[in-house]
């Protein structure tokens, strides 16, 4: 299949390649299909011992879902709504086996990895980020939601810094996505051919791959040159974002002349309001929440933005005609009540 790339060699090394380098690898229906059906082969094969996931191209590791196919959903066609539910169930099944897969998958995050990237990666056992990563979930800049797990990964960020990511879109570098626990190692884009290079000549066979793995990555691995900002901004975010409306959250950042406050509140105020109400609501309730069940209510939530508009319009302002000028049906806040946040989480 030309838009993913398999293949594996006798030292017990597997390889997954998204190769779809003109869209930053954003996935389909069927490249996730794919790599659930060869991860599931994989997991029976003891030839395999180890599995290495990472992008083709310069630009990034994955960018996320193919929106733009999902677009095709607007016209809230039968088929085409079931093409939807059905891109978002095998994704969410995808993440979950990576997050819960019994052998090492090293993840590759070098470039951009966002929203479906980052579901995908998240969970795997090894993860590495460079010099070049841009980690993110964007959701919240189409319309949509912060899907594939992000209320029981982005709850495990120190404090409210989930919340803060979530809502704001945020886009991380290398240093911020290691606080978050979102990575393992930093390693410099210029050692990856390297390192591979040598995973890829190591006999793993009948041996202790884990301690192996783990000493290998150690070895490349260095502290990120350039600091991040999300602990420097803990105490900030934490104040702020500690409240259980979003109606809160921006009267608190109104009241704090800082820099950071000032262009978070202009941030927050430029998205959905549906979007970051039932956002937040996901946060909420994720936070005790297994990954399973995370995956099972953003099936839920997947299915009602795709009836709902904001949506469609987000995702027509950012990728079709690119004027950055929604007009969402709910202009104010206010204008969304906790009833219409509560019908999300019901079944469509």
């Given at each position: ?173 290398a240093a911020d996505v290691l ?93 959905s309001p549906v979007s970051l ?72």
């Open positions: 299949m030309g838009n993913i790339l398999f293949s594996m060699n006798e030292n017990g090394v597997a390889t997954i390649t998204l190769n779809q380098p003109k869209s930053i690898n954003a996935l389909t229906h069927d490249m996730l299909a794919a790599i659930r059906e060869k991860l599931l082969a994989w997991e029976q094969d003891d030839m395999i011992c180890i599995i290495i996931l990472k992008g083709a191209g310069s630009k990034g590791f994955c960018a996320g879902g193919d929106i733009k196919a999902l677009y095709q959903a607007r016209e809230q066609q039968p088929d085409a709504l079931q093409a939807a539910e059905q891109f978002f169930t095998v994704e969410y099944q995808t993440d979950k086996l990576v997050a819960q897969y019994s052998k090492p998958i090293i993840a590759c995050l070098d470039g951009i990895v966002m929203g479906g990237g980052v579901g995908l990666s998240y969970g795997a056992s090894h993860r590495i980020v460079t010099e070049r990563t841009k980690w993110a979930m964007p959701e919240m800049n189409i319309g949509f939601f912060p899907d594939v797990g992000a209320a029981y990964f982005l709850n495990k960020a120190p404090g409210y810094i989930g919340r803060y990511l979530a809502l704001t879109a945020t886009i991380l570098g606080y978050i626990n979102g990575a393992d190692h930093f390693i410099p884009s210029a050692r990856l051919p390297e390192l591979f290079s040598q995973i890829e000549a190591t006999n793993w066979h009948h041996r202790n791959k884990e301690e192996a793995l783990r000493e290998l990555l150690q070895s490349k691995a260095i502290y990120p040159k350039t600091d991040g900002e999300l602990a420097v901004l803990q105490r900030t975010i934490d104040k702020h974002f500690s409240y259980y409306t979003i109606e809160e959250i921006v009267e608190s950042l109104a009241a704090d002349p800082s820099e950071f406050a000032v262009k978070t509140r202009a941030t927050l105020l430029s998205k109400k039932v956002t937040l609501e996901q946060l909420i309730r994720g936070e005790e929440k297994t990954l399973e069940a995370c995956l099972q209510t953003d099936l839920l939530l997947a299915r009602n933005f795709m009836r709902h508009n904001d949506f469609f319009e987000g995702v027509r302002s950012v990728l079709i005609d690119k004027d950055q000028n929604p007009q969402y049906e709910y202009k104010q806040l206010a204008s969304v009540s906790k009833e219409l946040v509560n019908e999300f989480f019901e079944k469509s």
